[in-house]
């Protein structure tokens, strides 16, 4: 779908209006407030999902300030689809004088620089994949920090890529960002590069906090449910499981489980809402047939000897609750 337009009073006093009908069609209903001075329609606002939303707040941020800014951190993650859980609550640009580094406003400045390591993503600036992971990497919790970090080692799928990105000050490429995505995008990153990044870190405990963190991330997560389940695993001190554990169902097609527990043969799953709603999961079919689908899958593993644990998002938030299951699935700590 085409993007909302944004509406500026400038807009009004070129047409020759009065820039105070904005208000007043905000009273009414008709407009949505989405910064001071900035609106759009209620209608175009409201069909938009919370990220798409969360979108267009970036660009009536832009659509404000004299010098275009630099997105950073969790809002940079979201064009390159790194796996941050949970949509920001807040704007995260770069800026290079250290007393500004606070929120104000709705938005977070982060100090950096506004030249080195940017690139361009549509009509946005943005830091590149290396520093947008390294930043999140440094400042997020053990599990979170690992699910981005395990997303920017990922191959990305041809087929998910909707972003282009470019250098900053080339002419930018006609195409709408998306900041909805159900893939990383851009190149993969190595861990080469990730430690190297780390590496430069001023700090000794970022440095080492950071290249934990990268040591222990694998490119055979599937989703950010994935990674922070293995590293809470970890945590609770519970054996390294097998990643992507593939077997062979009967009507010869692969299939492949999240965990695997070699000692007590035992298979564990995630089980987030985006497998059953994904659009590009499932082959088209209804979510009730991918239900069913997936439990033949399962059935047809058990078959073969292996027992299932499964988990969700609730319980994956819940320490102890997760701790439990897998003990009653038989798992010892280490």
């Known amino acids: 779908m085409n993007k909302p337009s944004l509406i500026l009073p400038s807009d009004l006093r070129l047409v020759g209006q009065d820039p105070r009908k904005l208000a007043q069609l905000h ?33 009536a941020f832009q659509a404000l300030v004299p010098r275009q800014p630099v997105l950073c951190h969790a809002t940079a993650a979201l064009l390159w689809g790194l796996w941050v859980v949970g949509l920001p609550s807040k704007l995260h640009v770069v800026t290079e004088v250290a007393s500004s580094g606070r929120s104000n406003n709705g ?29 999140l990497i440094k400042e997020l919790s053990f599990p979170y920090a690992v699910a981005v970090c395990d997303s920017a080692l990922r191959t990305p799928e041809q087929r998910q890529a909707v972003n282009q990105f470019t250098l900053a000050g080339t002419e930018p490429i006609l195409h709408e960002p998306s900041w909805t995505t159900d893939g990383t995008q851009g190149s993969e990153l190595s ?25 222990f991330a694998s490119a055979l997560s ?47 799953e995630f089980d987030g809402k985006g497998k059953y709603t994904r659009s590009d999961w499932g082959g088209g079919l209804s979510i009730q047939d991918r239900v069913m689908k997936e ?40």
């Open 27 to 59: 009273s009414k209903g008709e407009l949505v407030r989405i910064r001071r001075g900035v609106y759009a329609k209620s209608s175009d606002w409201n069909s938009l999902n919370p990220t798409e939303q969360y979108g267009l707040r970036v660009a």
């Open 191 to 215: 861990s080469h590069d990730l430690l190297g990044a780390a590496g430069q870190l001023t700090s000794q405990a970022s440095r080492e906090r950071t290249s934990a963190v990268i040591n």
């Open 107 to 135: 938005v977070i400045r982060h100090v950096g620089s506004l030249t080195e390591g940017i690139v361009q993503c549509g009509q946005f600036l943005l830091t590149d994949k290396l520093t947008t992971t390294i930043a």
């Open 295 to 334: 439990k033949a899958r399962e059935d047809q593993i058990r078959a073969q000897g292996v027992r299932f644990v499964r988990w969700t998002w609730q319980e994956l938030s819940d320490r102890n609750r997760f701790e439990q299951l897998l003990r009653q699935a038989g798992l010892s700590k280490k």
């Open 222 to 268: 599937g989703s950010a449910g994935e990674s922070i389940s293995r590293a809470k695993m970890y945590q609770l001190g519970f054996p390294p499981p097998v990643l992507q554990k593939h077997y062979l169902l009967r009507d010869g097609s692969d299939a492949f489980v999240d965990f695997w527990f070699k000692e007590q043969n035992l298979a564990g």
